[in-house]
């Protein structure tokens, strides 16, 4: 099946099951306008907009874990539901923590409100997000969906550890590479791990295979970042919309630039100088290219791709047309734009 | 039992209990730091601090309602630590919202780390919140367990409803009486009620008998907040800590003032010259007894405290000494400074 097959297949039922959450709230002045409009619903004067709701990865991985796992999707909503919103919590905190002013094209929440209600907004998603995952009692066992409860915690704390460590690393001249993967498994690496694994624990209802499936997800959501800091650099600018220096010259900390940085005189110079033009980005990649920076990321993405496909078979789940879906979903990934 | 001996039975246990579970999380760099530093048991540096560490009253509230309502208060500890997390939580967020850059004497957590580390430390101590609640698994059925998962969503969505409300009053020309009640009932006395709820819910293991203590909760907390409005206005500042006049000055709509501008047009007139000096403040004050503004603010707060007694008193909680601690207990929240 193709990924535009299985989105079809799924995300109609989970944004229906997503707007159902939200609906159920109480309300007060523009308070729900301020969740609809991240979620892609509603425009700022909270009248329907038809543009891009993102592009929903995890929870479209949640939901095949729980049916490559042995169970019916449907059960895990609920899940997939709590990790979409809890994504868009944290989209809207980091767009503020970053001083970004656009998202999917839109302005963004604290761009359109201002920050202390985009504050408020993200803490709302937040709860949100407890709230759709609480739903599991409805379609699991009161067993998984304390479990899950467990994970997603788990999965909240790693987050926000991630996030203060990226934060750190602005103004941290050496970041050794052990500290990077710590913070890529806390910000982005988690939130999949814990959709994968808590799909495959709805699913089959076994957390050692629920456990399999949690250590796929992490080393997936490592190589996927990886992929993110190759095309940070080396990316073509026409397909991931945004100027291949901008790491470069934002003196971004990813993998292939620690690398460089240990071991390039050139680059650590270019680095201190802390001038941003462009002669800067050709002697940085000038000097990343004589280290071998690309081949070393490319290697280490590779290396953890394949460690997350030989998580998923470990788990000794059946073979399956869900399992293929879901194998052809993670190839895909390795191919996104953005 | 006087308050200060109830502090002494109760609090030494929640401390120990709530330090175990920031104990038990993954660290990275100053991560915990930041959320030790709120809950009073460091300095900014990490080391030890014996200041003040807020008064606990709301875990208090909840441990004397469990033990009320007739349970052991020790089975509550983690829903005692979930809602201090809570409050520290929303104090985190609150003081970047509101500019503020001291708490109980020490500068807030955006003024020693900045506004993008003290979200996400905002956004950690609500996930520690969720964390020491999903302990009641512990020491509860798991039905318990999710029903307060339950009440905590709800009162989480309150919280922010509630403080969406607040920022909003401030650039809102007319706010009505009924408007300010809910934005209350969310900001202020969800918290008190959630604490309520879940400490009967936990000692009763009755659902309805729990609402009665919720709705004591609820009419506790706006008659509280009713009595910081007085305090705001006519509160000797030598008790408050702070000018009786801030609230004038801040131009707050607290529920006299609001009383006041329904009712005079001379504290209108004032209000919309936005001017800050201390004319403005003597003005107000004539116009604000002009229309009998402190009789009408004393009468509601009695009223909602006497609805709150009428309610844990339908409770038909048999009288004990746990439950004349706890009228004690809400009795000296009326003469409390700040």
Not at 88 to 116: A, C, E, G, M, Y
Not at 173 to 185: H, Q, T
Not at 190 to 205: E, H, K, N, V, W
Not at 302 to 322: C, F, I, K, M, N
């Amino acid at each position: 099946m193709l990924v535009g097959e299985l989105a079809q297949r799924y995300l109609p039922a989970l944004d229906d099951y997503m707007r159902t959450v939200v609906d159920s709230l109480p309300d007060s002045a523009e308070f729900l306008t301020m969740l609809r409009y991240p979620l892609g619903w509603v425009q700022a004067d909270g009248t329907q907009y038809s543009g891009s709701t993102g592009k929903r990865i995890r929870p479209l991985l949640l939901l095949l874990c729980a049916e490559a796992a042995g169970g019916d999707w449907r059960a895990a909503l609920p899940a997939a539901a709590a990790v979409e919103f809890l994504h868009n919590f944290s989209l809207i905190h980091d767009d503020i923590q970053d001083d970004s002013p656009t998202r999917h094209n839109r302005p963004t929440v604290w761009k359109v409100w201002n920050v202390p209600q985009a504050i408020n907004a993200g803490d709302s998603m937040f709860a949100l997000a407890y709230e759709a995952l609480l739903r599991l009692r409805e379609t699991s066992t009161p067993e998984i969906t304390l479990s899950c409860w467990s994970l997603f915690n788990h999965t909240n704390f790693e987050l926000t550890r991630g996030q203060h460590l990226d934060m750190r690393f602005e103004n941290q001249p050496i970041v050794a590479l052990d500290e990077y993967l710590s913070m890529v498994s806390g910000k982005t690496a988690a939130l999949l791990a814990a959709s994968a694994q808590m799909g495959a624990l709805i699913g089959s209802r076994d957390a050692e295979i629920a456990v399999h499936y949690g250590d796929f997800g992490l080393n997936l959501g490592i190589a996927f970042q990886i992929h993110d800091d190759i095309l940070g650099i080396w990316g073509d600018t026409s397909m991931t919309g945004k100027s291949a220096s901008t790491d470069i010259l934002a003196r971004k900390k990813s993998l292939p630039i620690l690398y460089g940085l240990e071991r390039s005189v050139e680059l650590r110079a270019v680095y201190q100088r802390q001038r941003d033009d462009h002669a800067d980005v050709e002697d940085a990649m000038t000097a990343l290219n004589a280290v071998g920076a690309l081949d070393y990321a490319r290697t280490a993405e590779t290396d953890y791709y394949e460690r997350a496909l030989q998580s998923v078979r470990r788990s000794g789940t059946e073979p399956s047309q869900s399992f293929d879906n879901l194998l052809a979903l993670t190839h895909v990934l390795f191919q996104r734009a953005s």
